[in-house]
């Protein structure tokens, strides 16, 4: 089975400037989540999608970050414009659906540097 | 709100032994899942062990335990018979079972003496 697919794996902008990450969650996968890991840190979650609806997106900067899921599959999370406290790793993981027993998959994240 | 401690940023062991790492938990629900990620270097998080608090018997995988104190909002992970690849980062987290949202602890960064 493919995992959790995400691009670029690296991205250096400036501050003010926008980015965008991609995200392939594993086939069947109905709850996508996207979580920001700022170095030394545990992950935070940004965003939770159950099909292509939001479920939870409180801890969401809504003044600079959007995410959306078209179609119920890919993902993209996009900041406009960056921050330099918007350093981090940038995670996206999946499982089969809501329910605590239900583990999420992760990607390899994407590492996104400010300037 | 509920939060996840790891009191412990860094642990060393020796190849083959045993390590305990520590976790504690706040909350006021009674419907929760608890779970210990592995980070390694390479970043892809891996699902290592879960226990449902509504179990009383500590769960197990392979060389992986938990040591479950609800009263205590405890959850400790011992790794038995240590190897090379056990060496990364391992995050705490729990799981409400109402709200579905994940909560990760600090992390604890685990080194693999040869």
């Known amino acids: 089975e493919a995992g959790v697919a995400q691009s670029p794996r690296y991205k250096i902008i400036e501050k003010r400037q926008s980015v965008a990450f991609w995200c392939n969650p594993i086939s069947g996968h109905a709850t996508l989540y996207w979580y920001q890991q700022i170095l030394g840190q545990g992950p935070k979650l940004l965003i939770q999608f159950q099909n292509n609806g939001v479920v939870d997106d409180s801890q969401l900067p809504k003044d600079r970050f959007s995410a959306e899921r078209l179609k119920g599959v890919d993902s993209t999370l996009k900041i406009q414009p960056a921050k330099l406290e918007d350093s981090a790793v940038y995670l996206c993981?999946?499982?089969?659906?809501?329910?605590?027993?239900?583990?999420?998959?992760f990607g390899d994240g994407t590492r996104l540097s400010i300037l | 709100a509920q939060t996840v401690t790891q009191s412990q940023p860094e642990m060393s062991v020796q190849e083959a032994e045993t390590v305990t790492l520590s976790c504690t938990y706040d909350?006021?629900?009674?419907?929760?899942?608890l779970f210990w990620y592995k980070q390694p270097p390479s970043r892809q998080m891996i699902l290592v062990i879960r226990q449902e608090a509504y179990k009383q018997q500590n769960a197990t995988e392979n060389r992986f335990s938990v040591n479950f104190q609800k009263a205590a909002k405890s959850f400790s992970l011992k790794i038995s018979d240590s190897q090379l690849g056990d060496a990364a980062m391992y995050f705490c987290?729990?799981?409400?079972?109402?709200?579905?949202?994940?909560?990760f602890g600090p992390g604890t960064s685990l080194s693999v003496i040869p």
């Open positions: 909350t006021s629900e009674s419907d929760y899942y």
């Open positions: 987290a729990y799981c409400s079972g109402r709200y579905d949202k994940v909560i």
């Open positions: 993981a999946s499982s089969l659906g809501t329910g605590s027993n239900q583990p999420q998959h």
